[in-house]
């Protein structure tokens, strides 16, 4: 993968993984993973200091341009196809109904997160690292939404919606 753009094979991936389709529903097979509290809410403490550790690292070799091309990127690929979208929305549907503005905002910011997590993925891909993010990407390849941690990072576990 050159710095300034995503290699064939992670562009097909993004445009085909199952997107949030295990989103909501409980597997007991994944117990302790999934949770089964609704609406989930990313950590966003440790969602930060993830980023922050990955921002560092890439800054070594990445300029911002860079960065902020790669962002761009995968959103336009995500973007592309809003219907992806569609289980998130109808997991939230099952609770809350249409037009209701905290559903809204909810569904609006874990599709901004799970293109944070996409474009941390590609970017550490870019720079050789298989960090956190690359670590997440398992967890989309299942349709599940990675957005806490138990336990003392690196120890402990990944929790997913």
């Known amino acids: 993968m050159t710095t300034s753009s995503i290699d064939q094979e992670m562009t097909d991936w993004l445009r085909s993984f199952p997107l949030l389709t295990m989103f909501g529903v409980p597997d007991l097979r ?24 990955t921002e560092s690292l890439a800054m ?44 809204i905002e909810a569904e609006r910011e874990i599709a901004h997160c799970v293109k944070r997590d996409l474009a941390w993925a590609v970017i550490e891909k870019a720079i050789g690292v298989n960090g956190f993010f690359c670590g997440l990407l398992q967890w989309y390849d299942q349709g599940r939404w990675p957005h806490d941690w138990e336990g003392a990072f690196p120890e402990g576990h990944i929790i997913v919606a």
Do not use: M, Q
């Open 30 to 53: 994944l117990s302790p993973f999934v949770t089964d509290v609704f609406p989930p809410a990313l950590n966003y403490a440790f969602w930060s200091a993830r980023t922050h550790e």
């Open 60 to 103: 070594r070799s990445l300029s911002d341009a860079e960065i902020d091309s790669l962002f761009d990127s995968v959103a336009a690929i995500i973007d592309k196809d809003l219907r992806r979208f569609d289980p998130l929305v109808a997991c939230f549907g099952k609770l809350l109904p249409d037009g209701d503005e905290d559903r």
